[in-house]
T-cell receptor, first 114, second 117 residues
Framework: AQSVTQLDSHVSVSEGTPVLLRCNYSSSYSPSLFWYVQHPNKGLQLLLKYTSAATLVKGINGFEAEFKKSETSFHLTKPSAHMSDAAEYFCVVTISGGYNKLIFGAGTRLAVHP | DTGVSQNPRHKITKRGQNVTFRCDPISEHNRLYWYRQTLGQGPEFLTYFQNEAQLEKSRLLSDRFSAERPKGSFSTLEIQRTEQGDSAMYLC???????????????FGSGTQLSVL
């Protein structure tokens, strides 16, 4: 079975400092992994995805994530937080090549302070 | 690309009443998904359609829930005899020709927030 665990329910950073949102996954198969962001009153938006190509994945708005198979992790990072990054972030797993449902983690709420 | 549209944005109902939500996917998107998101949790898969065919339903979808996509365009999700545990955000998503299994990107709507009193 596939699952994801987001290790922090809340993360608070100051504007201009690095962001780290942690995610560990469990999968019996080669996983596809995603990060989605949810701003209030807006639909979920795809930030980036890993599908067995390069292990360091670059996404939108300066975010990137690194797939580490040995650690079963897919942490999301950004070098410098912006106020507009404040939102809920979801780590998501599925199986590439035959499994059509997204399995979401519980989410991490990111707060960015001036 | 006008995005995925969901109506209503909010619905308040009394326990035991029936409710229906509507989702208009992005034009010409063949795949349509319904997800449910409860407070403090990530979205959970409910069901999906390929054109007008409902191909899979989650065990979360009790027999009080029914979803349709009669012409392969918009979809409705009906909940009969609502219970307080049905209170959640109901999300709709669409993709062009397939889903994550084909590395297709899902586009999500803003959701319908249901409150059952």
């Amino acid at each position: 079975a596939q699952s994801v665990t987001q290790l922090d329910s809340h993360v608070s950073v100051s504007e201009g400092t690095p962001v780290l949102l942690r995610c560990n996954y469990s999968s019996s198969y080669s996983p596809s992994l995603f990060w989605y962001v949810q701003h209030p009153n807006k639909g979920l938006q795809l930030l980036l995805k890993y599908t067995s190509a390069a292990t360091l994945v670059k996404g939108i708005n300066g975010f990137e994530a690194e797939f580490k198979k040995s650690e079963t992790s897919f942490h999301l990072t950004k070098p410098s937080a912006h106020m507009s990054d404040a939102a809920e972030y979801f780590c998501v797993v599925t199986i590439s090549g035959g499994y059509n449902k997204l399995i979401f983690g519980a989410g991490t709420r990111l707060a960015v302070h001036p | 690309d006008t995005g995925v549209s969901q109506n209503p944005r909010h619905k308040i109902t009394k326990r035991g009443q029936n409710v229906t939500f509507r989702c208009d996917p992005i034009s010409e998107h063949n795949r349509l998904y319904w997800y449910r998101q409860t407070l403090g949790q990530g979205p959970e898969f409910l069901t999906y359609f390929q054109n007008e065919a409902q191909l899979e339903k989650s065990r979360l979808l009790s027999d009080r829930f029914s979803a349709e996509r009669p012409k392969g365009s918009f979809s409705t999700l009906e909940i009969q005899r609502t219970e307080q545990g049905d209170s959640a955000m109901y999300l709709c998503a669409s993709s062009r020709r397939g889903g994550p299994e084909l590395n297709e990107k899902l586009f999500f709507g803003s959701g319908t927030q249901l409150s059952v009193l």
